[in-house]
């Protein structure tokens, strides 16, 4: 089982910057890579950004340039920096562990509202 906490959501004006940040307990050695997807109002969950334990990174096309996945190993910790926010990037973003089993393992969310 792995326990996964966000924090850093809120209200921003366009071209504006957030930093989400997500702390993970539990079982942190299964850990295969976690990352930060996120659901609009009417659509589908999709994926933000992802990194491996080996630190390998993937980011979705509608973010990259303006995103950034880090993760501090060491406090089990994982952020995502959001940089020139758009009104279209307003959602709710949940963290996401995946173990080696590939069992996936949710946050409860964190609201990021881009608007003026």
């Known amino acids: 089982q792995v326990q996964l906490v966000e924090s850093g959501g809120g209200l921003v004006q366009p071209g504006g910057s957030l930093r989400l940040s997500c702390a993970a307990s539990?079982?942190?050695?299964?850990?295969?890579?976690m990352g930060w997807y996120r659901q609009g109002p009417g659509k589908q969950r999709e994926m933000v950004a992802a990194?491996?334990?080996?630190?390998?990174?993937n980011y979705a096309d509608s973010v990259k340039g303006r995103f950034t996945i880090s993760r501090d190993a060491a406090k089990n910790m994982v952020y995502l920096q959001m940089n020139s926010l758009k009104p279209e990037d307003t959602a709710v973003y949940y963290c996401?562990?995946?173990?080696?089993?590939?069992?996936?393992?949710w946050g409860q969310g964190t609201q990021v509202t881009v608007s003026s």
């Open positions: 990194v491996t334990s080996g630190g390998n990174t």
């Open positions: 996401n562990a995946r173990l080696l089993t590939m069992t996936r393992f």
């Open positions: 539990g079982s942190i050695r299964s850990i295969y890579d």
